[in-house]
């Protein structure tokens, strides 16, 4: 891999970027993951980093946000799967382990990783 | 915390819970002085003078979710049990400066750890905000700021773009790595 090391790189990384955002279309796949106490101190911070290599390695575009807690601390790191049409479901005690399963399975094929799963939630509800 | 680095991403979520649009994450490493400071400032809601009083307890706390407020109250643990402590400096309405002080040669001291991935995570969740980080160690010193490298990319593009966080770690890993002195450099 070329070594990148100053802001004028980002100008021609600006060139591929771009052609590719003209590419993206529909909906965007949305992982969220919870960033309070609990969860940072739990791993969130570990597996926001592997979400991010594999979204990475994979070439995914998807949203990588964070919320607090949310009240569930002792099932932190906890993280929220979101696909364009379809109802969110929140996994629980996530591992960096975990990530690539949950990638491949939920984010890139909308099966739902069942052994992880916390709570569902259906479009009405929200 | 296992990390200093765990502590900052910690209180930037605090900062970002306080609706701050810009933060300043500052640490400076002076073995001379023997001192490690790190310190977080943003331009969020602030707290009043009686609140800020009692917030290094875990008592503490404008959650909704819990009753304790951990975050904190953490950190001054850490700071006391290496001769140091936190600081607070806020004001209502402009902002919050927390500055926590530990002695760096102190046996509890958590190492600062994986501040590139607490960076990361920061910049890649919350692409809008404007991230000013500074650090130093002895006499050099690492500088990234999002806006500079918002106006060399262009603003049609975010940041959080996988391209372009695939270059922020590079990038910030080459620098961090410069600051530790390189190849024979030390990892605090
Ligand atoms: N930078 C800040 N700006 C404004 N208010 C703050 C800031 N940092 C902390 N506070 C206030 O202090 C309270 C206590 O913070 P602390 O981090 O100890 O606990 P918490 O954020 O409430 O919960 P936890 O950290 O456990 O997730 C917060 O609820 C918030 O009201
Ligand atoms: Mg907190």
Redesign the pocket.
């Given at each position: 891999m070329a070594t990148l090391k100053n802001l004028d790189d980002l100008r021609k990384l600006r060139e591929e970027v771009k052609g590719e955002l003209q590419e993206r279309f529909g909906g965007e796949i949305k992982i969220i993951v919870g960033m309070?106490?609990?969860g940072i101190a739990a791993g969130a911070r570990e597996v926001m980093t592997e979400i991010l290599k594999e979204l990475r390695t994979r070439n995914i575009n998807a949203l990588v946000t964070q919320t607090?807690?949310i009240g569930m601390c002792e099932r932190e790191p906890l993280i929220d799967i979101e696909r364009p049409g379809e109802r969110r479901v929140t996994y629980g005690r996530v591992t960096p382990k975990d990530v690539k399963r949950l990638i491949a399975e939920h984010v890139l094929h909308g099966r739902v990783v069942e052994d992880l799963v916390v709570a569902r939630f259906d479009e009405e509800e929200e | 915390m296992e990390e200093l680095s765990l502590h900052i991403l910690?209180?930037v979520?605090?900062?970002l819970?306080?609706s701050?649009t810009k933060v300043e994450i500052h640490i400076e490493e002076d073995v001379s002085r023997d001192r490690f400071l790190l310190e977080?400032r943003?331009n969020?809601?602030?707290?009043t003078k009686e609140?800020v009083e009692e917030?290094l307890s875990?008592f503490?706390?404008?959650?909704t979710t819990?009753r304790?407020?951990?975050?904190?109250?953490l950190l001054d643990m850490a700071a006391q049990r290496c001769g140091g402590g936190v600081e607070i400096d806020?004001e209502l309405g402009k902002?919050?400066r927390?500055r926590a002080v530990f002695q760096h040669s102190h046996w509890d001291r958590a190492p600062l750890g994986d501040i590139g991935a607490t960076l990361m995570t920061i910049i890649a969740a919350n692409p809008e905000i404007h991230l000013i980080y500074e650090h130093r160690v002895g006499e050099r010193i690492f500088i990234l700021d999002t806006e500079e490298i918002k106006d060399a990319l262009g603003r049609d593009i975010p940041l959080n773009n996988m391209a372009v966080l695939g270059w922020l770690e590079e990038y910030m890993a080459q620098g961090l790595d410069e600051l530790y002195g390189g190849e024979e450099g030390w990892r605090p």
């Open positions: 309070g106490t609990c607090g807690c | 910690d209180l979520q605090n900062s819970g306080a701050a977080v943003d969020g809601g602030g707290m609140f917030v875990p503490t706390t404008t959650r819990r304790v407020g951990l975050g904190l109250s806020t902002g919050t927390i």
